[in-house]
């Protein structure tokens, strides 16, 4: 959330005109035929740039780290130059392809264009590892050449590209060496556990596109990356799990089998919660909007966000400290009775961890732990229902799992676990907030993403959406709510005056379109979800301050709204 009423927007509008579309999607090739090759030259690197161009110098090749080989491409976006690194490919007139590289760095992208038919894409976030993209495309009847690309992003930090594949029917043009068989994974283990699934990761596999994965010898998923987390298990159970490794040439042997107990049914973590609920945040300092004590938070609001728990010198661990002074006098004796009076409302009180200021690192077992009993300290000093998580910082999916998972179990059933991450951070279920919130979903209450101070974005149809619409509320929305996460864990989180964010302020009445299209498929704008999601949880402001500085218009207008959906 943000203190101050403005950060800096990730995106601009100008610069997404380029092929982000994610209809490119990662996924593992069919099948290879006997005259299927791969038809890029120097597709390792190993002979510097060679049948490669890259725009402004911005490619060279280095020795360290490569996916294989003894080479790698590193290519560096500079002012308006997004480092775009192309070869000419010799193919064959209707005929499909697949296009892979292995990235690593900065942002990544990777496409082809001149196919005759529709041209692709697909990209990635920065990565500290290598990383394969993969899509496919088809030739026209007339198409005898492709140009394959790489590029990075605007601003950003220099890529890596290795092994780059155009695998299908020989084009004639000559190319790098046809895939094998690839090895067995190794490395699996067991990432995390809920009440009904299990979380994997191994390493990745030289020349693999694919992974599958078995429980009990049964496949019952295939990804592209190297984790997965296998879902609609029962409680308390253990499972035998094993991975294999894919490619155009065919499947490997079995992993080595790893074993996942998934964890109790540790209830429903939305407690007495109605249907659909309105969340607003509530200021612990003064930034100019109205001072309140939680008493005087409109009845409007179902949860209310405290912001925000600090940071201490242990790490993960977390304090929270009344600004007695800054709001007017207002005694931790009666903060605490304010709460206990809403609660009384049938009300629920979080404490909120993070905002645009706050950096709380959960990145191993001790700081995960430590951030467990802060929190859970927390709720027994002040009486919390709970934990909103408001990281914007960057957060580690697998110890802030653990440090969750760990509080529920302190906490039992009634505890109330919310979200809010920036929209970057739910682009794709591979982003550590998004695998976070899959990872905790059977404790989860809400995730609000923050529509606000993002510039625009993908949708789930893979089109960018300007924030300040209904199109950009719904079909970014659509992303989580086809990604894994139930309707009734997805809200929609907007300032509740232009004074509340830099950027992204809509009125009330947009609000409303959006949770109507979202819930009865009316008031959408040019983009329509396949189908809709009546249990939608409801929708998230910043702040309650702000939203009575201006008179609690918000939180009149969208709290019948939210309370009044199907």
Same mark, same amino acid.
């Given at each position: 959330?943000?203190? $101050?009423?403005?950060?800096?927007?990730?995106?601009?509008?100008?610069a997404?005109?380029?092929?982000?579309?994610l209809?490119?999607? $990662?996924?593992?090739?069919?099948?290879?035929?006997?005259a299927? &090759?791969?038809?890029?030259?120097n597709?390792?690197?190993?002979?510097?740039?060679?049948?490669w161009?890259?725009?402004?110098?911005?490619?060279?090749? @280095?020795?360290?780290?490569?996916?294989?080989?003894s080479?790698?491409? =590193?290519?560096?976006?500079?002012?308006?130059?997004?480092?775009?690194?192309? %070869?000419?490919?010799?193919?064959?007139?209707?005929? /499909?392809?697949?296009?892979?590289?292995?990235?690593?760095?900065?942002?990544?992208?990777?496409?082809?264009?001149?196919t005759?038919?529709?041209?692709?894409?697909?990209?990635?976030?920065?990565?500290?590892?290598? =990383?394969?993209?993969?899509?496919?495309?088809?030739?026209?009847?007339?198409?005898?050449s492709?140009?394959? +690309?790489?590029?990075?992003?605007?601003?950003q930090?220099? +890529?890596?590209a290795?092994?780059?594949?155009?695998?299908?029917?020989?084009?004639?043009?000559?190319?790098?060496p046809?895939p094998?068989?690839?090895? *067995?994974?190794?490395?699996?283990?067991?990432?995390?556990?809920s009440?009904?699934?299990?979380s994997?990761?191994?390493?990745?596999?030289?020349?693999?596109?694919?992974?599958?994965?078995?429980?009990?010898?049964?496949?019952v998923? *295939?990804v592209?990356?190297?984790?997965?987390?296998?879902?609609?298990?029962?409680?308390?159970?253990?499972?035998?799990?094993? @991975?294999?490794?894919?490619?155009?040439?065919g499947?490997?042997?079995?992993?080595a089998a790893?074993?996942?107990?998934?964890?109790?049914?540790?209830?429903?973590?939305?407690?007495?919660?109605?249907?659909?609920?309105? /969340?607003g945040?509530?200021?612990n300092?003064?930034?100019?909007?109205?001072?309140?004590?939680?008493?005087?938070?409109?009845?409007?609001y179902?949860?209310?966000?405290?912001?925000?728990?600090?940071?201490?010198?242990?790490?993960?661990?977390v /304090?929270?400290?009344?600004?007695s002074?800054?709001?007017?006098?207002?005694? &931790?004796?009666?903060?605490?009775?304010?709460?206990?009076?809403?609660?009384?409302?049938?009300?629920k009180?979080?404490?909120?961890?993070?905002?645009?200021?706050?950096?709380?690192?959960?990145?191993?077992?001790?700081?995960?732990?430590?951030?467990?009993?802060?929190?859970?300290?927390?709720?027994?000093?002040?009486?919390?229902?709970? &934990?909103?998580?408001?990281?914007?910082?960057?957060?580690?999916?697998?110890?802030?799992?653990?440090?969750l998972?760990?509080?529920?179990?302190?906490?039992?059933?009634?505890?109330?676990?919310?979200?809010?991450? %920036?929209?970057?951070?739910?682009?794709s279920?591979?982003?550590?907030?998004f695998q976070?919130?899959?990872?905790?979903?059977?404790?989860?209450?809400?995730?609000?993403?923050?529509?606000?101070?993002?510039?625009?974005?993908?949708?789930c149809?893979?089109?960018?959406?300007?924030?300040?619409?209904?199109?950009?509320?719904?079909? $970014?929305?659509?992303i989580?709510?086809e990604?894994?996460l139930?309707p009734?864990?997805?809200?929609?989180?907007?300032?509740?005056?232009p004074?509340? *964010?830099?950027s992204?302020? &809509?009125?009330?009445?947009?609000?409303?379109?959006?949770l109507?299209? $979202?819930?009865?498929?009316?008031?959408?704008?040019?983009f329509?979800?396949?189908?809709?999601?009546?249990?939608?949880?409801?929708?998230?402001?910043?702040?309650?301050?702000?939203?009575? *500085?201006?008179?609690?218009?918000w939180?009149?207008?969208?709290g019948?709204?939210?309370?009044?959906?199907?």
């Open positions: 959330m943000p203190i $101050l009423s403005s950060r800096r927007a990730r995106f601009r509008t100008a997404l005109t380029v092929a982000l579309a209809g490119g999607a $990662l996924g593992a090739a069919g099948p290879a035929s006997a299927d &090759v791969n038809n890029a030259k597709a390792g690197f190993e002979s510097g740039l060679t049948d161009t890259c725009s402004a110098s911005s490619g060279t090749t @280095v020795p360290s780290p490569v996916h294989g080989g080479a790698a491409l =590193k290519a560096t976006p500079a002012g308006q130059d997004n480092a775009r690194c192309t %070869q000419t490919v010799a193919v064959k007139p209707n005929a /499909t392809y697949t296009l892979s590289a292995w990235v690593q760095g900065g942002y990544a992208y990777l496409g082809a264009t001149g005759g038919t529709t041209d692709v894409s697909t990209w990635t976030p920065d990565s500290a590892s290598w =990383k394969q993209l993969t899509t496919t495309f088809t030739t026209g009847a007339s198409t005898t492709v140009t394959v +690309y790489t590029h990075g992003w605007y601003g930090a220099a +890529y890596l290795d092994d780059v594949s155009v695998y299908g029917p020989d084009g004639g043009g000559g190319g790098g046809s094998t068989v690839p090895a *067995a994974p190794a490395g699996l283990t067991v990432s995390g556990t009440a009904s699934s299990v994997l990761a191994w390493n990745p596999v030289s020349g693999a596109t694919g992974y599958n994965v078995y429980r009990n010898g049964t496949k998923t *295939a592209t990356g190297t984790s997965a987390t296998v879902t609609g298990l029962a409680a308390s159970t253990s499972y035998s799990f094993q @991975v294999t490794a894919t490619n155009s040439a499947e490997s042997v079995k992993s790893v074993t996942g107990t998934t964890t109790a049914t540790p209830g429903n973590g939305g407690g007495a919660l109605p249907k659909h609920a309105v /969340t945040y509530w200021q300092f003064n930034n100019g909007a109205t001072v309140q004590k939680l008493s005087a938070v409109q009845s409007q179902d949860i209310i966000a405290v912001a925000f728990a600090d940071a201490t010198t242990t790490p993960g661990a /304090t929270f400290t009344l600004d002074a800054g709001l007017g006098g207002y005694t &931790v004796d009666q903060f605490k009775a304010d709460i206990k009076a809403k609660q009384a409302a049938g009300k009180v979080v404490v909120s961890v993070g905002g645009q200021n706050g950096t709380v690192s959960v990145s191993d077992p001790t700081s995960a732990a430590n951030f467990a009993n802060s929190v859970y300290a927390l709720m027994q000093t002040y009486g919390f229902d709970g &934990v909103d998580i408001d990281l914007e910082n960057g957060l580690n999916a697998t110890y802030m799992s653990q440090a998972r760990s509080l529920a179990a302190k906490a039992g059933p009634g505890l109330v676990l919310t979200m809010a991450p %920036q929209t970057i951070d739910m682009q279920t591979s982003n550590a907030y976070t919130a899959l990872n905790v979903k059977d404790i989860l209450t809400v995730v609000n993403m923050q529509y606000y101070n993002s510039g625009s974005m993908l949708g149809d893979g089109k960018v959406y300007a924030q300040g619409s209904v199109d950009f509320l719904t079909a $970014l929305a659509c989580q709510l990604g894994g139930a009734s864990q997805v809200g929609l989180g907007l300032p509740a005056s004074s509340g *964010a830099g992204g302020y &809509v009125s009330p009445t947009v609000v409303n379109n959006a109507d299209c $979202l819930t009865k498929g009316t008031g959408c704008g040019s329509k979800p396949s189908r809709t999601y009546p249990d939608l949880r409801g929708a998230m402001t910043w702040s309650t301050n702000w939203d009575a *500085a201006a008179g609690n218009a939180s009149d207008a969208v019948p709204h939210v309370h009044g959906l199907p």
